[in-house]
């Protein structure tokens, strides 16, 4: 839920975050939600599919709730999910996400080696840990694609995600229409979402949901 949006951007609110009709559903002990894994995908649930990491991760990213620093330029999106083991179909507390991604015109922090950042400076990069519901939000701006030698890579955002007992996940975010993705030899259909427009006050922007399934390691 969005109160303002000045110079540091959105502020979030304490409450009830908005969340898919199946995790509105959750028991509120957050115990086994058959609707997620069974009804509403009509189909086995799998472990999210892992997909590449690329060259640009940097670890020991700052604990923030927003990606990118204050007044970056492009569309606003906010994201938010949440995290499940697929052995016990339950939420995942305290998991732990590093997130990162291309600026919108498709540059990252890291991709000129003759210009490195500052060790400790990170742009488009955060790490955060979900809460005791296994439930992740952070807020952030649509990337740009770019060009992977002869073909461009299509917007996407990096997620590698950790919890005690399983394995360990490292895959990419992409968003439903764009041009690239049909050429894109990484791109995994299981790894598409779907955004929403939203609009709250006179502040327009993207939302949409991404849950990630993790394997007993």
Same mark, same amino acid.
């Given at each position: 839920?969005?109160?303002?949006?000045?110079?540091?951007?959105?502020?979030?609110?304490?409450?009830?975050?908005?969340?898919?009709?199946?995790?509105?559903?959750?028991?509120?002990?957050?115990?086994?939600?058959?609707?997620?894994?069974?009804?509403?995908?009509?189909?086995?649930?799998?472990?999210?599919?892992?997909?590449?990491?690329?060259?640009?991760?940097?670890?020991?990213?700052?604990?923030?709730?927003?990606?990118?620093?204050?007044?970056?330029?492009?569309?606003?999106?906010?994201?938010?999910?949440?995290?499940?083991?697929?052995?016990?179909?339950?939420?995942?507390?305290?998991?732990?996400?590093?997130?990162?991604?291309?600026?919108?015109? @498709?540059? &990252?922090? /890291?991709?000129?080696?003759?210009? +490195? %950042?500052?060790?400790?400076?990170? =742009?488009?990069?955060?790490?955060?840990?979900?809460?005791?519901?296994?439930?992740?939000?952070?807020?952030?701006?649509?990337? @740009?694609? &770019?060009? /992977?030698?002869?073909?461009?890579? +299509? %917007?996407?955002?990096?997620?590698? =995600?950790?919890?005690?007992?399983?394995?360990?996940?490292?895959?990419?975010?992409?968003?439903?229409?764009?041009?690239?993705?049909?050429?894109?030899?990484?791109?995994?259909?299981?790894?598409?979402?779907?955004?929403?427009?939203?609009?709250?006050?006179?502040?327009?922007?993207?939302?949409?949901?991404?849950?990630?399934?993790?394997?007993?390691?």
């Amino acid at each position: 839920m969005f109160l303002s949006r000045g110079a540091a951007g959105f502020a979030v609110a304490a409450g009830t975050m908005l969340l898919p009709a199946w995790a509105r559903a959750t028991p509120s002990d957050g115990s086994v939600l058959p609707a997620f894994f069974d009804a509403e995908l009509g189909k086995e649930v799998k472990a999210t599919e892992a997909n590449i990491e690329g060259p640009f991760f940097r670890r020991n990213a700052p604990f923030r709730g927003k990606v990118t620093p204050p007044l970056e330029p492009g569309v606003v999106m906010l994201l938010k999910g949440r995290v499940w083991g697929l052995d016990t179909r339950k939420p995942l507390p305290d998991a732990l996400l590093d997130v990162w991604q291309a600026n919108k015109d @498709g540059r &990252y922090d /890291n991709d000129d080696a003759a210009k +490195p %950042p500052d060790h400790d400076v990170y =742009v488009n990069r955060l790490r955060l840990r979900c809460d005791e519901k296994g439930r992740y939000e952070y807020e952030t701006i649509h990337p @740009g694609s &770019y060009l /992977n030698g002869t073909q461009y890579r +299509p %917007p996407h955002i990096h997620y590698r =995600v950790q919890a005690a007992g399983y394995k360990t996940l490292i895959t990419q975010l992409y968003f439903e229409g764009d041009k690239h993705q049909e050429k894109d030899p990484f791109i995994r259909k299981s790894l598409i979402i779907k955004l929403e427009q939203a609009k709250r006050g006179e502040v327009s922007y993207e939302t949409g949901t991404f849950d990630i399934v993790l394997a007993k390691a």
